[in-house]
């Protein structure tokens, strides 16, 4: 840890609160992120937040090319002391949320890794765009709070369970893989966090029309108190009878909740409803 003080000292670094910046310092724990993701000689990697580069210059020991993005142009200085002596890293000075991913990925030469250390306050967005936009991750391991780990990872029934957990199940499967304490970051934040692998399996579910599918889920959670029945109906042109038809075809009561399906569940009410409203 004292190193990485000396570094951002000497560069005059000063953190930004409305980054969310809790730099990695634990050199066990960087290893332990590495090895969690999977990754080999010659994978490409893209990282979000470089940071101090600590975990950067840890994923650039392994992998054949490192892309990392990060926003605070303040860190350059860091970067270039911390990064000394790789040859295989990238560094991207803006946000990838506000580019076309698609164009993006266009520059990563093919299949790549995703690693990130991810403050709060992007969470949620970043791993959304990247699920429902992303033509060629292969997999993504993201340092995430714990409470956002746990809704990554919740089953149906939950409180944790929600539209996130089905985004995330429709196009692989996640795990937590590690727990990791508050202590292990500087400065140290209020609260612990996990790392969680998302490995991605585009062909996991078939679905007939995949925005409606995306437009069910979300709508299921739009209302948590509503049934499933009533968030249809507010979010879809169709009838009340057409809706409840559906809904019994599936398989499910009438006064079911969207937070008692899966993406298996929802998948086939999605399948159902293209043809409702195809219908209408």
């Known amino acids: 840890m004292s190193d990485i003080k000396s570094v951002l000292q000497s560069?005059?670094?000063?953190?930004?609160?409305?980054?969310?910046?809790?730099?990695?310092?634990?050199?066990?724990?960087l290893r332990a992120i590495v090895a969690d993701s999977g990754i080999s000689e010659g994978s490409t990697?893209?990282?979000?937040?470089?940071g101090a580069g600590t975990l950067t210059r840890e994923i650039a020991r392994v992998a054949g090319r490192v892309i990392s993005y990060e926003v605070d142009e303040s860190l350059r200085t860091v970067l270039d002391i911390t990064l000394a002596g790789t040859?295989?890293?990238?560094?991207?000075?803006?946000?990838?949320?506000?580019?076309?991913?698609?164009?993006?990925e266009k520059s990563f030469g093919g299949q790549y890794y995703l690693i990130a250390n991810l403050p709060y306050y992007i969470t949620t967005p970043l791993i959304t765009a990247f699920l429902e936009n992303s033509t060629l991750l292969k997999s993504m391991t993201v340092m995430v709070q714990k409470e956002v780990a746990d809704r990554l990872c919740a089953r149906p029934g939950g409180k944790d369970y929600g539209s996130l957990?089905?985004?995330?199940?429709?196009?692989?499967?996640?795990?937590?893989?590690?727990?990791?304490?508050?202590?292990?970051?500087?400065?140290?934040?209020?609260?612990?966090?996990?790392?969680?692998?998302?490995?991605?399996d585009r062909g996991k579910y078939a679905v007939k029309d995949e925005a409606l599918f995306i437009k069910l889920c979300r709508a299921a959670f739009s209302m948590r108190r509503?049934?499933?029945?009533?968030?249809?109906?507010?979010?879809?042109?169709?009838?009340?009878?057409?809706?409840?038809d559906a809904i019994r075809q599936a398989g499910f009561a009438a006064d079911i909740?969207?937070?008692?399906?899966?993406?298996?569940?929802?998948?086939?009410?999605?399948?159902i409803l293209f043809y409702v409203i195809r219908k209408e």
């Open 226 to 244: 509503k049934t499933l029945l009533n968030n249809i109906l507010a979010s879809f042109d169709i009838s009340r009878e057409d809706a409840l």
């Open 257 to 271: 909740r969207g937070e008692k399906l899966s993406a298996a569940d929802f998948a086939r009410l999605a399948n």
């Open 87 to 104: 040859g295989n890293v990238e560094l991207r000075f803006y946000d990838i949320l506000e580019r076309e991913l698609e164009e993006e």
């Open 45 to 50: 990697v893209v990282e979000i937040g470089a």
């Open 11 to 29: 560069a005059g670094f000063k953190f930004d609160k409305r980054l969310g910046q809790n730099f990695i310092t634990d050199a066990n724990l």
């Open 165 to 200: 957990t089905l985004a995330v199940d429709y196009r692989g499967g996640a795990k937590i893989v590690r727990h990791v304490s508050r202590a292990m970051f500087y400065p140290m934040p209020n609260v612990d966090s996990a790392v969680v692998r998302i490995d991605i």
